[in-house]
């Protein structure tokens, strides 16, 4: 079985960005995103309805009570869920990319050009994304906690009537959800953001290693004059030397013309 050249390149570590742990992380961050979805639409279409129920004789005596249409469970387990999945789905992904950006080789704050223009535009890039990210995640959270508050508030006497009963407005759950996708997929956004940074900062360390190598190559000092005139003399003893410089020579060749400069200088 023939090796190749990818065979012998050495494999990405897990905690790099745009690794195959990466990606496989990022794409299961995006499935427990859409289940937080799922699940606050499904605390939507069971969330509590309240009725309300006349009781007493006559119209001037009769008091208005409120009846809870269910005891709240299901949605309340639903939006827990979500609460806590996509707090999890944050926590999971910042860290890791926290962990891949400051273990990058080279580190990517140290070889960042804030001057360049794809610089600047990957930096307004990657703040509009982490800062909407956070937004997105807690306007998303608030309204998933007032949800399980408020589906919590009633889990035993439910149907008893009560004078006053705290209710979830429609929709509430439904938007929730929709904060809750928009934090993973703008999470992601940061992601591939940081992706693309890493790279540039590698070709711009290519770049800069060869130009180095080019200056060293280019700053090296010329040759010492033995060394000139020894070369002179093999090129005046062997023509065929002169007109192709860059063959093999042999040791006696080397020996003879060294021993005859040699004596020309004694």
């Known amino acids: 079985m023939a090796v190749t050249h990818a065979d012998l390149a050495p494999s990405r570590p897990r905690t790099e960005l745009g690794s195959k742990a990466g990606t496989i992380l990022i794409i299961i961050c995006i499935i427990c995103g859409l289940f937080c979805f799922i699940l606050c639409l499904i605390a939507e279409a069971t969330r509590s309805v309240v009725t309300w129920e006349s009781s007493g004789e006559g119209k001037q005596h009769a008091t208005r009570e409120c009846v809870y249409s269910g005891s709240g469970k299901t949605p309340l387990m639903c939006a827990g869920g979500a609460f806590l999945g996509l707090a999890v789905v ?14 990058s080789t080279p580190p990517v704050l140290l070889t960042w050009d804030p ?20 937004i997105s995640f807690a306007v998303g959270e608030i309204l998933l906690l007032i949800g399980v508050s408020v ?44 992706v693309r940074a890493q790279k540039m900062c590698r070709e711009q360390e290519t770049v800069r290693r060869q130009v180095l190598d080019i200056s060293v190559l280019f700053a090296s000092p010329p040759l010492s004059p033995r ?30 013309v060294f021993a005859k400069v040699s004596i020309d200088q004694v």
């Open 90 to 103: 944050m926590v999971v992904e910042h860290s890791y990319m926290l962990v891949a950006v400051s273990k």
């Open 115 to 134: 001057d360049s223009s794809s610089a600047k535009a990957l930096t307004w890039q990657a703040g509009f994304f982490f800062f909407s990210t956070w």
């Open 151 to 194: 589906e919590s508030g009633h889990l035993r006497n439910w149907s008893t009537p009560k004078p006053g009963c705290l209710t979830i407005p429609q929709g509430l759950f439904s938007a929730a959800g929709v904060f809750g996708l928009a934090t993973t997929f703008l999470a992601t956004g940061l992601y591939l953001t940081a």
């Open 227 to 256: 060394h000139s005139t020894i070369r002179a003399a093999m090129a005046a003893e062997n023509p065929t030397l002169r007109q192709n410089d860059g063959g093999r020579r042999s040791p006696s060749q080397f020996s003879s």
